[in-house]
Structure formats: structure tokens, C-alpha cells
């Protein structure tokens, strides 16, 4: 089955620092992937659509400048939180598309202190 | 993109089938329902979608109105490991999944 790798699964950054988070497909080439940010006890909310070698799309409210998304291969997705302070801590997750079908990672903990 | 409607949360007993409603009386023609769950702290796992026809696979069946305006998710024997986040999403433009609050199910022994 198809089958998206999401890396790392965790990680802590100082505040004003950046972090990247990849995004990869490792059996199938996608067409889109998705990025969602998850607060506790909350849903899924989609920051941003992206499709290989173009410009992403943010959704109302996401900040384009601070989640540099780059999609810069059909099975390849990076979101990077630039300048990241303590209320971007939140659960991100990826989802990789193609023919109807979406696959999720498994989800990047990101604690920002 | 239509919204879908589902109940907050459900419990189920262990080895009998849940049934998980979920309304989206503002379908369009072509937008397909999805079914995906959340275990805490996991991503989404995909379980089953459909257009306008009853679905079933290993993990479970989606009947669908004849309307389309709802639709069940039925888990036929439920464990303990069943017990999520279970979200009912209809495709919308440019075929992004939008989440709702989703139904949190419990199996209980």
C-alpha cells in the first residue's frame, strides 16, 4: 500500500530558530501533498496545498512567510517554520495524494521553547 | 466544500459492530466520502471511501444513502485497538480533505 514518511517525528527548537520537516512518498509519486497542524484536543486543520514545482497554497490565516513550504519533487514535500516561538508548537502532519487516494504520515511533534 | 455532520462520541462493546453515522446533506455529484481514524498522536489512517455505492474492505463497510446525504461506517467487530478518532470527510474543491470534529469512539471490554 502506499505508504508516506514523515521525518523526524519530534523535535525542540529555540525560539527564532527554524525547522524543517520532511514529507516523502516512498512508493507511489504524488500529484499533492497537504500539510495539516493539529493543537491538543483539536482536529486536523489544513495549512496549505502544494503540488510538484509550483507555488504553494495556503489556506486563510496561514502565514506563507513563516511556513516555507517546497515541493520540489513528486515525492518530496518540506515545510520549514521559520522564526519559530512557543505558539507554533503543534503536531504537523503531511498527506501525499494521487488518483483519489490520501496517505498521511505519521506526524512531526514540534516544541518550540 | 461540504460539511458533514457527526456525533461527538460513541461507546461500543468490545466484539460487537459499531455503527458511526455521519451527514453531509450538501454533497455534490462528484465529491466522494472519505472515512479516516486517529489514534492519539498517530496521523490519519484511511478506512474506506465511496461515491454513491455501499463499500466494503478488510477494515470495514460505508453504506451510503441512496441521496447521498449520509452515510454509516460500520466496524463489524470492534476491539480495543479500534478505539479513535473516527472523521467522515467529503472531498472538496481542488480534492483537499477538510476535517471536522470528528466522532471519538471507545471500546470497552
Known amino acids: 500500500g502506499a505508504v508516506v514518511s514523515q521525518h523526524p517525528s519530534r523535535v525542540i527548537c529555540k525560539s527564532g530558530t527554524s525547522v524543517k520537516i520532511e514529507c516523502r512518498s516512498l512508493?507511489?509519486?504524488?500529484?499533492?501533498m497537504f500539510w495539516y497542524r493539529q493543537f491538543p484536543k483539536q482536529s486536523l486543520m489544513l495549512m496549505a496545498t502544494?503540488?510538484?514545482?509550483?507555488?504553494?497554497?495556503?489556506e486563510q490565516g496561514v502565514e506563507k512567510d513563516k511556513f516555507l513550504i517546497n515541493h520540489a519533487s513528486l515525492t518530496l514535500s518540506t515545510l520549514t517554520v521559520t522564526s519559530a516561538h512557543p505558539e507554533d508548537s503543534s503536531f504537523y502532519i503531511c498527506?501525499?495524494?494521487?488518483?483519489?487516494?490520501?496517505?498521511f504520515g505519521s506526524g512531526t511533534r514540534l516544541t518550540v521553547v | 466544500d461540504a460539511k458533514t455532520t457527526q456525533p461527538p462520541s460513541m461507546d461500543c462493546a468490545e466484539g460487537r459492530a459499531a455503527n458511526l453515522p455521519c451527514n453531509h446533506s450538501t454533497i455534490s455529484g462528484n465529491e466522494y466520502v472519505y472515512w479516516y481514524r486517529q489514534i492519539h498522536s498517530q496521523g490519519p489512517q484511511y478506512i474506506i471511501h465511496g461515491l454513491k455505492n455501499n463499500e466494503t474492505n478488510e477494515m470495514a463497510s460505508l453504506i451510503i444513502t441512496e441521496d447521498r446525504k449520509s452515510s454509516t461506517l460500520i466496524l463489524p467487530h470492534a476491539t480495543l485497538r479500534d478505539t479513535a478518532v473516527y472523521y467522515c470527510?467529503?472531498?472538496?474543491?481542488?480534492?483537499?480533505?477538510?476535517f471536522g470534529a470528528g466522532t471519538t469512539v471507545t471500546v470497552r471490554a
Open positions: 498527506s501525499a495524494s494521487k488518483g483519489g487516494g490520501y496517505t
Open positions: 502544494s503540488n510538484e514545482g509550483s507555488k504553494a497554497t495556503y
Open positions: 470527510i467529503v472531498s472538496g474543491v481542488d480534492y483537499k480533505l477538510s
Open positions: 512508493d507511489f509519486q504524488a500529484t499533492t
